[in-house]
């Protein structure tokens, strides 16, 4: 049963931003640590970002200081702010959670989210 909801992805030039939400149910939003994934054509899965419930961050290598995840306590929402965006950026996003910011996860996958950097 998929229980997350991903969108703001689109299309935008190579520095632009975007903003993707993820949406879930208040006990997982307070239980698990959040995280997002992408997939790019012919390409692994991968993390991107996670976060525990108590706001400890964790980025992959390639997005470090370009992307800031963060979680809305009020709404259940985990937010992926995305600047600076490369074309190497493009794929689909996912929204998941785990049992910390170091593991992997665990929920059903969502439709994700089509994000596309090009000129």
């Known amino acids: 049963q998929v229980q997350v909801v991903e969108s703001g992805g689109g299309a935008v030039q190579p520095g632009g931003s975007l903003r993707l939400s993820c949406a879930t149910t208040?006990?997982?939003?307070?239980?698990?640590?959040m995280g997002w994934y992408r997939q790019a054509p012919g390409k692994q899965r991968e993390m991107v970002a996670r976060?525990?419930?108590?706001?400890?961050?964790n980025y992959a290598d390639s997005v470090k200081g370009r992307f800031t995840i963060s979680r809305d306590n009020a709404d259940n929402t985990v937010y992926l702010q995305m600047n600076s965006l490369k074309p190497e950026d493009t794929a689909v996003y996912y929204c998941?959670?785990?049992?910390?910011?170091?593991?992997?996860?665990?929920?059903?996958w969502g439709q994700g989210t089509q994000v596309t950097v090009s000129s």
């Open positions: 998941n959670y785990g049992r910390s910011t170091w593991s992997g996860p665990i929920g059903s």
């Open positions: 976060i525990s419930t108590g706001g400890t961050t």
């Open positions: 208040k006990n997982i939003f307070n239980i698990y640590a």
